[in-house]
């Protein structure tokens, strides 16, 4: 079926204005965040903007009817390619449809369409004293459907967990258009509710390869009422890790502790020389929230028990010096990019996750890989749960950049799975990481072929994303 | 196949005194703690007590071969005939293999085998520190792998959450006879891991019904430095739900909320009259933990926010003061079995979930429900998520009160869906409750049965549980 056939027949379902088949807007759509868009053109076959349950419904048995692939789309933030139709196909862009319906203040729960940005939503539900505490890096663009789709967490997720811990129910779309209510019926309120299988876990964190999530109950939790921030020195970076055990083992939960290493300090310097950030091999931030006594009662612990092996350790909870603090971490992810003026940072190998007890060891090894390869690597991230962010830096016109840096990611991922850890802690697999899904998860992987081909038997849903692909590599 | 022709095969996997088909030794394994299983007589054709993953291996294969039921058992403490052979086959006890494999404080995770005892687990972890948040009442019975498999909870799962909330990863023996490792890879201890479907979670919950469980990798916590207790007393039970509601809003998560209601409070009176409650329509406990500061800052609030609706309130952390306060609670499910002298506790519609907003309407109704079935009802539970425990209790030697107890029984289920609640908040479906599945869950309960005969297509585990039954009524 041609591209104007398609259309005529997405007219059908969609109003005119919200399906787009030009060449132009087709290729609008035809990448995210990841290093790998930038070398490929996944270009959709047309692209649809549903408004209802029922549109999208329609779609899907068309789609089936067809066998045309069909790939949702939240803010395009991801780094996986997850939202392009790396086989051709109809992108689902969710993300204007954005209402939150209801925040139900006496059952601690709002139900929300996917396309709600996060931190519109946590701003509004700051109006009711809630908040739903995941908090990717990409609050201001990110969208809740996606943040479900990719089980998203951030910063807070050592104290707060995963977004799939606030998921009480979904409405889903199934590849043959069914619709199904998942945590309870249609009028489920529960907070707790251990009846059938848990197909809302099953679909949190599915990337689109089982269904489209088109409405989302969500569990929400008091908001805090005060908040504070260590900064922490460290000559060793050794005693960086070993200072958040030493935190734990005190009892303490803080809701975030995130790293910058050497790398990190010097981007940040260069960027922003103003910043002058101390040489170091770590600092460490760790974030308290909670009550206003609890909170000053960590925040002296922690300066107690990490001045123990930190240089300095400075403690705020007035907002102004908690924002001077932080303010290294909120510009390196911009300021990997200016290490070279040259440069750019890329979205590959950039989200591995290690057991806490080997940071150490990886930030030396992925520094050994950086000079095998010779590509620069700014390293940062969350260290509360071993999940660093790793930014290699290179020349985006240079071919033989470009292959280095593939083979030191691939070199990064092989690390994080022989370390004990795994490719992806939050940003997810999509079309970039599936090639490691066997050997990260073995015989189980065949499992989760066989759950898909139960769902999804002609294999429409977001097709070559997520699980092994066939015969070995898929990197489309 | 016979009795004994089935003993044979089993030595073969198993050594002779972990194979039990005796009589008398197979009745031992024909109940659980459920009120269906008085009336019944599930009597395995066999039951085996496992120590490796390759007998369980073994086992399934056997299973499969022969097409014989297999039924996961821990410590038989469930109230759902879960555990039961309600259409014979072997009974597969647990209980036994019972390692707390390995403490790993650096990664803040335990491994253990299914048997392990709750309480165990917990005292064991206190040696580093370390906690399993999770708090069921039967805490000195029930195993952790009966917990992962029934999703438990119990007292602190306002603050914690549920036992899925801490599965990181899982080995599994399918049904046939397949090993997978959920989570990651055999030596994965990342606490971040984002890569393929959610497969852990599927399990957790599960019933038993997709496979065994016999390594759990779980997350645990820093122990709480700090804890206190407030009881409050209500003359109007509308009071009870809106102070809940109160704390929220102000900020605060305490780790648990109890209710007793008057019928809660006239059974611990008559059964302890020393403990003497003061008479009121309801009481509330409040427990918070975290550090010492913030707790005492919390029990402050809760205080006064909660005086404002209460008669009275008392807050107290003395150890001994707090064990006086929780004194009824403890003995409340005794209690309701004292309420009259030929009377007993009967477990069943004793796990209702309802929205928050509705307890007192959902207490209110489930009085009415005991009036017209004559049934006397004693309720207590969680209502700080809405899960409400409501013991029944009738003579057991009168015919005529069973059959009224199960037809309030069948009232206080379909009240519970009506309401927008679960049958279940946390002790699960089993075979008491599958016949509500399709009700609960509509289109989706089809989908949990696909995804079962996708797993186990010849139907062997754990058969006639938890996925709606054929046909209807499936009460066995």
Redesign the interface.
Do not use: F
């Given at each position: 079926m041609g591209h104007q056939d398609l259309g005529v027949e997405l007219k059908r379902i969609f109003p005119p204005e919200r399906v787009l088949t030009s060449e132009l807007e087709r290729r609008m759509y035809s990448y995210d965040s990841s290093f790998m868009a930038r070398f490929h053109s996944f270009v959709p076959d047309a692209v649809v903007l549903p408004r209802s349950t029922q549109e999208v419904s329609a779609l899907m048995k068309l789609a089936s009817q067809r066998r045309i692939p069909v790939i949702p789309r939240g803010a395009g933030s991801g780094e996986t390619c997850g939202c392009l139709a790396v086989r051709g196909g109809i992108v689902v862009d969710l993300s204007a449809w954005d209402a939150i319906e209801e925040v139900?203040?006496?059952?601690?729960q709002v139900f929300a369409r996917p396309g709600v940005v996060h931190y519109k939503l946590n701003e509004h539900l700051a109006g009711f004293?809630l908040f739903f505490p995941p908090d990717p890096g990409s609050t201001r663009m990110c969208t809740v459907g996606g943040m479900v789709a990719?089980?998203s967490?951030g910063l807070r997720?050592v104290k707060y967990?995963?977004t799939?811990?606030y998921v009480l129910g979904l409405e889903v779309v199934?590849p043959d258009g069914?619709?199904?209510?998942?945590g309870?019926?249609?009028?489920?309120?529960?907070?707790?509710?251990?009846?059938?299988?848990?197909?809302t876990?099953?679909f949190?964190?599915?990337e689109g390869?089982?269904g489209i999530i088109t409405r989302i109950r969500l569990r929400v939790?008091?908001?805090?009422?005060a908040r504070g921030m260590a900064m922490a020195v460290f000559s060793e970076l050794e005693q960086a890790p070993a200072a958040v055990?030493d935190v734990?083992?005190?009892?303490?939960?803080p809701s975030g502790i995130e790293i910058l290493d050497t790398s990190a300090i010097q981007a940040i310097n260069m960027y922003k020389p103003e910043i002058n950030l101390p040489s170091a091999e770590a600092i460490l931030i760790f974030e308290v929230d909670?009550?206003?006594?609890?909170?000053?009662?960590?925040g002296q612990?922690i300066a107690e028990i990490v001045g123990r092996r930190a240089v300095s350790v400075e403690w705020a909870t007035d907002p102004a010096r908690m924002a001077d603090l932080w303010r290294g971490r909120s510009v390196v992810a911009v300021a990997a990019a200016r290490l070279r003026p040259d440069g750019s940072r890329i979205f590959a190998g950039e989200d591995i996750?290690?057991?806490?007890?080997r940071v150490t060891e990886a930030l030396r090894r992925i520094k050994e890989l950086s000079r095998k390869h010779d590509v620069a690597v700014v390293n940062y991230g969350?260290i509360g749960?071993?999940?660093i962010h790793t930014a290699p830096v290179i020349n985006l016109d240079s071919s033989a950049e470009v292959q280095r840096a593939n083979a030191l990611v691939d070199d990064i991922h092989r690390l994080a799975?022989a370390m004990?850890?795994?490719?992806?802690?939050?940003?997810?697999?999509g079309a970039v990481?599936n090639q490691?899904?066997m050997?990260?998860?073995?015989?189980?992987?065949l499992?989760?072929k066989?759950?898909?081909?139960?769902?999804d038997p002609l294999n429409i849903m977001n097709p070559g994303k997520?699980?092994p692909p066939e015969g070995g590599k898929d990197r489309a």
């Open positions: 139900d203040v006496a059952n601690m004293g990719n089980n967490s997720a967990g995963t799939e811990q199934l069914q619709v199904i209510q998942t309870g019926s249609n009028n489920c309120r529960a907070l707790k509710n251990v009846s059938g299988l848990n197909l876990k099953l949190v964190g599915s390869v089982l939790w008091p908001r805090p009422k055990l734990y083992q005190s009892g303490i939960l909670g009550n206003p006594a609890g909170v000053a009662w960590e612990q996750s290690v057991p806490l007890s969350h749960d071993g999940n799975i004990g850890g795994s490719t992806t802690g939050e940003h997810g697999v990481r490691y899904t050997d990260e998860h073995g015989e189980a992987a499992v989760m066989q759950l898909k081909e139960t769902l997520l699980l």
